[in-house]
């Protein structure tokens, strides 16, 4: 079974880093790329970015919104693919959700999600 | 960047009724469209890819067509299982850009 478990979330001030971990399980992860997204309190869907395969060089793209503050890795060995989020920002508050990518549709299509972290900035 | 339109932002529909909403890009580009199910405090669930082809396990009742730059979400015969919001997202390039939501009420 594909599982997916988002953890880090919390509490932090503006201007602050935090750095979120997306868990994979049931799937070989080394295989597929990976979408972080994010959803506002009471708003609609956001892709954050994506880090695509290390056979596909493990390149990554971000949201205009994130670029230069938020950084996507992965770590094969241990399935666990991080949002390294600096220079946090009130709008960055939002439930975080990691999305696989899918190997024969298209990195960008997330056919399974996480349960999400909830990211909150304030101070 | 491409942006995506839904319609409508909600609508209040009964147990039986035919729901369709629609998704309207500013420009092409093909058939990269994927529609997604959210029920409160859930997390998003893929129902369909590429326009039309149903993610395996979701009731056949759920159907999607469109092509370039207008897509339709068709639920046929709607379930008490089905109010949630419904999100449509194209993928073919960055950024993947997802609709506003259209939120499915009970009437």
């Known amino acids: 079974e594909v599982q997916l478990v988002e953890s880090g979330g919390g509490l932090v001030q503006p201007g602050r880093s935090l750095r979120l971990s997306c868990t994979a399980s049931g799937f070989t992860f080394g295989d597929h790329a990976m979408s972080w997204f994010r959803q506002a309190p009471g708003k609609g869907l956001e892709w954050v970015g994506f880090?695509?395969?290390?056979?596909?060089?493990?390149?990554?793209k971000y949201a205009a919104s994130v670029k230069g503050r938020f950084t996507i890795s992965r770590d094969d060995s241990k399935s666990i693919a991080y949002l390294q989020m600096d220079s946090l920002e009130t709008e960055d508050t939002a439930l975080y959700y990691c999305?696989?990518?899918?190997?024969?549709?298209?990195?960008?299509?997330?056919?399974?999600w996480g349960q999400g972290t909830l990211v909150t900035v304030s101070s | 960047d491409i942006q995506m339109t839904q319609s409508p932002s909600s609508l209040s529909a009964s147990v039986g009724d035919r729901v369709t909403i629609t998704c309207r890009a500013s420009q092409g580009f093909g058939d990269y469209l994927a529609w997604y199910q959210q029920k409160p405090g859930t997390r998003p669930k893929l129902l369909i890819y590429?326009?039309?082809t149903l993610q395996s396990g979701v009731p056949s009742r759920f159907s999607g067509s469109g092509s370039g730059t207008d897509f339709t979400l068709t639920i046929s015969g709607l379930q008490p299982e089905d109010f949630a919001t419904y999100y449509c997202?194209?993928?073919?390039?960055?950024?993947?850009?997802f609709g506003g939501g259209t939120k499915v009420e009970i009437k």
């Open positions: 590429a326009a039309s």
């Open positions: 999305g696989r990518g899918s190997i024969w549709f298209g990195d960008l299509l997330a056919d399974y």
């Open positions: 997202q194209k993928y073919n390039s960055v950024p993947p850009t």
């Open positions: 880090i695509r395969s290390t056979d596909y060089g493990g390149t990554t």
